[in-house]
């Protein structure tokens, strides 16, 4: 829902090329300023790698992957965003800074340092999403936002993953917020009950 919402608005806004990669399609955007071109695993790419090498022949923008997978999906990825285009992915992980440890985590351990040296490099930021329930028993999404800055980049550059989280508490002025900040929010405006916020904010290890 968050990869379509963004593809959509710079559809509306921008003069862009975009290539998405799905598995599947599950909503047709129809080219308005932008030009977007949808691509399914199976029926047009066998594999996200290959689709992203083929992407980049085709002059993109943006490219949108809607998962990545494993190692050569996530290299293909980098790749792209060190030629200067604008890479959009997903990944599972229970938090920001874990995201880039599940990356390293899916390369052989001998690789680790150069990995690291290259999402210093390329990565713009990472949001990670979870849906919990509302007081209407809905379910609303709690965030928490990473932006990468220099004290970020040096974080992962060096492999000081538990550092971090409190640059991101640190870092309110840069628009970055925690989980536990997010969660906080929902429960003052209303939208979350004090049990829910607690829960998972145990979850996280905080109060």
Same mark, same amino acid.
């Given at each position: 829902?968050?990869?379509?919402?963004?593809?959509?608005? $710079? +559809? +509306?806004?921008?003069?862009?090329?975009?290539?998405?990669?799905? =598995?599947?399609?599950?909503?047709?955007?129809?080219?308005?300023?932008?030009?977007?071109?949808?691509?399914?695993?199976?029926? =047009?790419?066998?594999?996200?790698?290959?689709?992203?090498?083929?992407? &980049?022949?085709?002059?993109?923008?943006?490219?949108?992957?809607?998962?990545?997978?494993?190692?050569? $999906?996530?290299?293909?990825? *980098?790749?792209?965003?060190?030629?200067?285009? &604008?890479?959009?992915?997903?990944?599972?992980?229970?938090?920001?800074?874990?995201?880039?440890?599940?990356?390293? #985590?899916?390369?052989?351990?001998?690789?680790?340092?150069?990995?690291?040296?290259?999402?210093?490099?390329?990565?713009?930021?990472?949001?990670?999403?979870?849906?919990?329930?509302?007081?209407?028993?809905?379910?609303?999404?709690?965030?928490?936002?990473?932006?990468? +800055? #220099?004290? *970020?980049?040096?974080?992962?550059?060096? $492999? @000081?993953?538990?550092?971090?989280?409190?640059?991101?508490?640190?870092?309110?002025?840069?628009?970055?917020?925690?989980?536990?900040?997010? &969660? @906080?929010?929902?429960?003052?405006?209303?939208?979350? =009950?004090?049990?829910?916020? +607690?829960?998972? #904010?145990?979850?996280?290890?905080?109060?």
């Amino acid at each position: 829902t968050t990869l379509t919402t963004m593809i959509d608005s $710079a +559809n +509306n806004d921008l003069e862009r090329v975009i290539i998405t990669i799905e =598995d599947p399609i599950e909503y047709i955007h129809r080219s308005k300023k932008s030009v977007v071109k949808q691509r399914e695993l199976g029926s =047009d790419t066998v594999s996200y790698s290959e689709a992203l090498r083929h992407s &980049l022949r085709q002059d993109p923008d943006i490219i949108v992957v809607s998962e990545l997978l494993d190692a050569e $999906a996530v290299m293909s990825a *980098i790749r792209a965003a060190e030629t200067g285009h &604008l890479v959009i992915a997903t990944i599972h992980a229970p938090d920001t800074a874990a995201t880039i440890e599940r990356i390293l #985590n899916l390369f052989p351990p001998e690789h680790g340092n150069s990995i690291c040296q290259q999402l210093s490099t390329v990565l713009i930021g990472i949001m990670f999403q979870m849906l919990i329930p509302d007081k209407k028993g809905q379910l609303v999404a709690a965030t928490e936002l990473l932006v990468v +800055n #220099n004290a *970020i980049r040096s974080c992962i550059r060096e $492999a @000081r993953f538990s550092q971090i989280h409190f640059t991101i508490q640190t870092s309110a002025s840069l628009g970055m917020y925690t989980l536990h900040t997010c &969660l @906080r929010k929902l429960h003052e405006d209303g939208i979350i =009950d004090e049990k829910t916020m +607690n829960q998972h #904010n145990s979850r996280l290890g905080q109060k």
